[in-house]
């Protein structure tokens, strides 16, 4: 069954505490992306990576971190750098060729205690 | 800039009328634009993808329509029902990445 996967579903952190969240897929998608959704306002690009071993800033990457080492891997890690690090996070990979259609993994909800 | 606004932000019908949601961007020079299902507190669901050179797109009671020289796309569904109940984003696809509306909240009253 194909799909993007992401853990946890909740994570709660301390301030000044790093966390990393996971994004898995098996849609043999080359492009993978991390949005961050805060209530009332639409989805911000954070990072996005078109291939392994390669990725680049979005609008708001600061406080936040990525490794692409695996086509179907980008975890994403949330620094201490990060001001206002609460939000909902969202995975996405697209479809390469004509087509460009995006698809997202259920999300993880952040929460900095 | 590509900005993405998408009116009214929140919508009740009752039960089986027929929904429109509008979109509009400002820069024409999209690849495509695509529709997005979202039910609270979990991930978007793709509904339709329209690109830049169709007029629309259609998938049972949805139907996308597409005019690129005016940025703007509208979503109509046909006979409303309670399970359409959730928010609905609209997102066009320039340069690298997809911009995104802050999307139209439905509610289909039984």
């Known amino acids: 069954d194909g799909g993007i996967t992401q853990s946890p579903k909740y994570l709660f952190r301390k301030e000044g505490q790093n966390v990393t969240l996971s994004c898995e897929q098996n849609?043999?998608?080359?492009?993978m992306y991390w949005y961050r959704q805060d209530p009332g306002q639409g989805l911000r690009l954070i990072y996005y990576s078109q291939i392994v071993n390669d990725f680049q800033k979005g609008d708001i990457a600061e406080g936040y971190s990525v490794s692409r080492e695996k086509k179907e891997s980008f975890p994403l890690t949330v620094t201490s750098a990060q001001k206002n690090p609460t939000a909902f996070y969202l995975c996405?990979?697209?479809?390469?060729?004509?087509?460009?259609?995006?698809?997202f993994g259920p999300g993880t909800r952040l929460t900095v205690l | 800039k590509q900005e993405v606004t998408q009116i009214p932000a929140a919508l009740s019908v009752p039960e089986g009328e027929n929904l429109v949601l509008n979109c509009s961007f400002t820069?024409?020079?999209?690849?495509?634009l695509q529709w997005f299902r979202q039910d609270p507190g979990k991930g978007l669901t793709s509904l339709l993808l329209?690109?830049?050179?169709?007029r629309e797109q259609t998938s049972g009671r949805l139907n996308a329509s597409l005019d690129k020289s005016s940025g703007r796309s509208t979503l109509y569904i046909a006979a409303s029902q309670p399970g359409d109940s959730a928010t609905y984003l609209c997102?066009?696809?320039?340069?690298?990445?997809?911009?995104f509306g802050a999307g139209t909240t439905v509610t289909v009253r039984a």
């Open positions: 849609l043999n998608h080359d492009a």
């Open positions: 996405a990979s697209r479809t390469s060729g004509g087509g460009n259609e995006q698809f």
């Open positions: 997102a066009v696809w320039g340069d690298y990445k997809l911009s």
């Open positions: 329209i690109q830049s050179s169709q």
């Open positions: 820069d024409s020079a999209i690849y495509n």
